[in-house]
């Protein structure tokens, strides 16, 4: 697969992340609006959203709006650019670096989170490079980690 | 294939058949694949308990293949030639009426050569008379089509190749005393009405197909081979044995007959053309059945010889089932993470 185009697509879709820009908290746009943080999560990834609260409200909001973002990318891949857990794994890295360093939404580390992440996406993607065949488990991951962070 | 007799009608009374001229004996009626809804329906139970989808239009959103193929041209055939070569094409001619498991291991080699090209599966060791000889084995699964004669079914082949024997590499099996260096009739009707024992059976088990899926249009087809998946294919269409200038043959005559799809051709030009989009047809009588031009419009590449394109028009009518996958051959593992290293 082209790996140019892989970065292509993960840009675009860091790209929306800016085309949302008047939806992403106030810090990260210079104005005072309020940050709507869920405390009522019911879902199953507990431990994320344990570590997740003790981060910065509008960083979880970024973070959040990252995962639908990357999400919608593999819904919307139409052209095979995201057919293996490979491309699916520096998909779900590439839109973390650019929501986190390159789009420098986010300045704070937060080990704990980053380790529940990294657990999640790695049950889903197993650890051989394969054929995605279950897009939509593909797909409910970063919608899942999404909804756990925010 | 509406107007052939049903397997189970005639399967009790089917003749080994030999000859030199497989073109002749298919063209004069020969019967060497028939449709079978009862397979077709075990083939989609085993598909559903092994937790595949018989749908290509699931399938194809499942995998993001949904328009993969559209406007392209997808050549299965240029992965198999960059894994094995181009002598693993057209492979030995067949000399029974065993075209139904020549289209399943063209179908499977098709996909599996897909899987090492895009780096996702290790490439086993083949000897360079194994690739003349089509790299995988037809003999073993056809030991399960369930009768001494010959002639089967492709779902029944495929539910097979999900069981029993899938990629069979050729190459001597001592331990069994199954010699499958090279294609032989002899070998391929060592069993038929009553299969091979669990023993002997072994050696052969390893490399199955994971799932299979149901095209029935174009775009089904079109896409999942432009993302790697080969299609078995069972129908009644004969075609001309001279192609035309874009590596065309039209219909003529009846054959029923199993021809793998190979590559698919969507692009406008064609469509321009022809009407339509095409499929390569990997036929299994050998390189020297038909002729005309192989080139690949707009390419500098050529379809192997004995193959042909066929309009979709005139072969939508026939049974198309994609081969997901090949078990075995470890996948490349994943590289580890860098999350923690992000966030």
């Given at each position: 697969?082209?790996?140019?185009?892989l970065?292509?697509l993960?840009?675009?879709a860091?790209l929306g992340?800016?085309?949302?820009k008047?939806?992403?908290?106030?810090?990260?746009?210079?104005?005072p609006?309020?940050v709507a943080?869920?405390?009522?999560?019911?879902g199953p990834?507990?431990?994320l959203?344990?570590?997740?609260v003790?981060?910065?409200p509008?960083?979880?909001a970024a973070?959040?709006?990252?995962f639908n973002?990357?999400?919608?990318?593999?819904?919307?891949?139409?052209?095979?650019l995201?057919?293996?857990?490979?491309?699916?794994?520096?998909?779900?890295?590439g839109i973390?670096?650019?929501?986190?360093?390159?789009?420098?939404?986010?300045?704070?580390?937060?080990?704990?989170?980053?380790?529940?992440?990294?657990?999640e996406?790695?049950?889903v993607?197993?650890?051989e490079?394969?054929r995605?065949?279950?897009?939509?488990?593909f797909?409910?991951?970063?919608?899942?980690?999404?909804?756990?962070?925010? | 294939?509406?107007?052939l007799?049903?397997f189970?009608n005639?399967?009790?009374?089917?003749?080994h058949?030999?000859w030199?001229d497989p073109?002749a004996?298919?063209?004069?009626?020969?019967v060497?694949?028939?449709?079978?809804?009862?397979?077709t329906e075990?083939l989609?139970?085993a598909?559903?308990?092994?937790?595949?989808?018989?749908?290509?239009?699931?399938?194809?959103?499942?995998i993001?293949?949904v328009?993969?193929?559209?406007?392209?041209?997808?050549?299965?055939?240029?992965?198999?030639?960059?894994?094995?070569g181009r002598?693993a094409?057209?492979g030995p001619?067949?000399?029974?009426?065993?075209?139904?498991?020549?289209?399943?291991?063209?179908?499977i080699?098709?996909t599996?050569?897909?899987?090492?090209?895009?780096?996702?599966?290790?490439?086993?060791q083949?000897?360079?008379?194994?690739?003349?000889?089509?790299v995988?084995a037809?003999e073993?699964?056809?030991w399960?089509?369930?009768?001494?004669?010959?002639?089967?079914n492709?779902d029944?082949?495929?539910a097979?190749?999900?069981?029993?024997?899938?990629a069979?590499?050729?190459?001597?099996y001592?331990?069994?005393?199954?010699?499958?260096?090279?294609?032989s009739?002899?070998?391929a009707?060592?069993?038929g009405?009553i299969?091979?024992?669990?023993?002997?059976?072994?050696?052969f088990g390893?490399n199955?197909?994971?799932s299979?899926?149901?095209c029935?249009?174009w775009?089904?087809?079109?896409?999942?081979?432009?993302?790697?998946?080969?299609l078995?294919?069972?129908?009644?269409?004969?075609?001309?044995n001279r192609?035309d200038?874009?590596?065309v043959?039209?219909?003529?005559?009846?054959w029923a007959?199993a021809?793998a799809?190979?590559?698919?051709?969507?692009?406008?030009?064609?469509?321009?053309?022809?009407?339509?989009?095409l499929?390569l047809?990997g036929?299994?009588?050998?390189?020297?059945?038909?002729?005309g031009?192989?080139?690949?419009?707009?390419?500098?590449?050529?379809i192997?010889?004995?193959y042909?394109?066929?309009?979709?028009?005139e072969v939508?009518?026939?049974?198309?089932?994609?081969?997901?996958?090949?078990?075995?051959?470890?996948?490349?593992?994943?590289?580890?993470w860098?999350?923690?290293?992000?966030v």
């Open positions: 697969m082209n790996d140019d185009r970065r292509f993960v840009l675009a860091a992340l800016v085309a949302v008047e939806d992403l908290p106030s810090k990260l746009l210079g104005k609006k309020p943080v869920a405390d009522d999560y019911t990834l507990t431990r959203h344990a570590a997740a003790k981060m910065a509008e960083h979880r973070m959040a709006e990252a973002q990357g999400a919608d990318s593999v819904r919307d891949d139409n052209t095979g995201i057919a293996t857990t490979r491309q699916w794994q520096r998909a779900m890295e973390l670096q650019f929501a986190y360093r390159d789009g420098g939404r986010i300045d704070t580390r937060y080990p704990d989170v980053a380790l529940a992440i990294q657990d996406l790695s049950k993607a197993g650890g490079e394969v995605i065949t279950d897009r939509q488990r797909i409910d991951c970063p919608r899942n980690l999404a909804a756990a962070v925010k | 294939m509406p107007d007799p049903f189970r005639v399967k009790d009374s089917l003749p058949s030999s030199e073109a004996a298919y063209s004069s009626g020969y060497g694949a028939w449709p079978d809804p009862e397979s075990r989609q139970d598909v559903m308990r092994s937790g595949g989808r018989w749908n290509a239009e699931d399938v194809a959103y499942q993001g293949a328009g993969q193929g559209a406007g392209k041209l997808s050549l299965l055939t240029e992965a198999i030639a960059a894994v094995f002598a094409m057209p001619a067949q000399t029974i009426g065993d075209c139904v498991s020549h289209n399943l291991r063209n179908a080699l098709g599996y050569a897909a899987s090492v090209s895009a780096g996702l599966k290790g490439k086993p083949v000897t360079p008379e194994a690739v003349t000889q089509g995988f037809t073993v699964p056809y399960w089509r369930g009768h001494s004669g010959d002639g089967w492709c029944e082949a495929l097979v190749a999900m069981k029993h024997a899938g069979v590499i050729r190459q001597n001592p331990d069994v005393r199954v010699d499958l260096s090279r294609y009739a002899k070998v009707h060592k069993f009405a299969p091979p024992d669990r023993t002997t059976a072994a050696p390893n199955l197909v994971t299979v899926t149901r029935r249009t775009e089904e087809c079109r896409d999942l081979v432009a993302a790697g998946h080969a078995s294919s069972c129908g009644s269409e004969g075609f001309s192609r200038d874009w590596g043959s039209r219909r003529q005559g009846r007959h021809m799809g190979m590559a698919a051709d969507d692009r406008p030009e064609v469509h321009r053309r022809y009407g339509c989009g499929i047809m036929q299994s009588w050998g390189p020297n059945w038909n002729e031009p192989r080139r690949i419009y707009g390419t500098n590449l050529d192997p010889p004995g042909f394109w066929a309009l979709w028009d939508k009518a026939r049974s198309w089932s994609a081969v997901s996958d090949v078990n075995g051959w470890r996948n490349a593992p994943l590289r580890p860098k999350v923690t290293e992000i």
